[in-house]
């Protein structure tokens, strides 16, 4: 991922990307059995929580159309820690994380989504920053 700058900055982190928006956070996960990117809108208000996710809706065309993804969209899920979120995300099934053979596909994938993320990101991130200051 060196080799790619954000177009928010040179200094985006691209494993603790940083949105800018409290609550908003892009999610780079992978395990023994999947690779995975995910919007996560994890505000504790359920109602701006559906506020962010209907925002993403609007946006679901101009989302898919930039990162070319199928994404799956859950407007309510359960994390790990027993939180309710929102969240959109996309995964490549059958890799392990323990398996180096899998992690040149992992990361193209990885980098493909988290790339196209960001582009949407730079086009779109203010309109959620309004959302959140209002």
Known sequence: MRQHDSLLGP??????????????FFRLEVDAKIA???????HHDAGMRALF???????RKYLALETAIDWVWEPLF??????????IYCEQTSVS????????????????CIVALDRVWADCGDVFKDLADA
């Open 11 to 24: 200094r985006q982190k691209w494993v603790n990307y940083h949105t800018g928006v409290k609550d908003i």
């Open 36 to 42: 995975r990117v995910a919007i996560t809108m994890e």
């Open 53 to 59: 996710y209907a925002q993403f809706e609007e946006l």
């Open 78 to 87: 359960v994390n790990a820690e027993g939180k309710e979120i929102a969240r």
């Open 97 to 112: 994380l323990y398996n180096k053979a899998d992690w040149g596909r992992m990361l193209a994938f990885l980098e493909q």
